[in-house]
């Protein structure tokens, strides 16, 4: 995508649209600019976030209480409370 002229922002933006194109585009700003880099956005879509039944609020919910830490080596720990 960079090499297509996407800015990273852009770029990342159009990955969470991509992954789950039902959330608002205000929530896939807060996403992104909370997890804003693609191994942090990676983890939170595949640790964090479940694949269905989500819809705005939900997200945010689960947004607000998720962290990442990298641990080094290209390894991540995802910490969350599933909403509902």
């Known amino acids: 995508m960079i ?5 990273g922002e852009e770029a990342l933006l159009a990955i969470s649209i991509k992954r789950h194109p039902e959330l608002s585009m205000d929530t896939h700003k807060a996403i992104i600019d909370k997890f804003n880099d693609l191994p942090l956005l990676v983890n939170f ?15 945010s919910e689960i947004l607000r209480d998720t ?3 990298c641990l080094g080596h290209n390894r991540y720990k995802v910490k969350t409370k599933r909403a509902r």
């Open 67 to 69: 962290t990442i830490q």
């Open 45 to 59: 879509f595949e640790g964090a976030l479940p694949d269905t039944n989500l819809d705005d609020e939900i997200t």
């Open 3 to 7: 090499s297509n002229g996407y800015s």
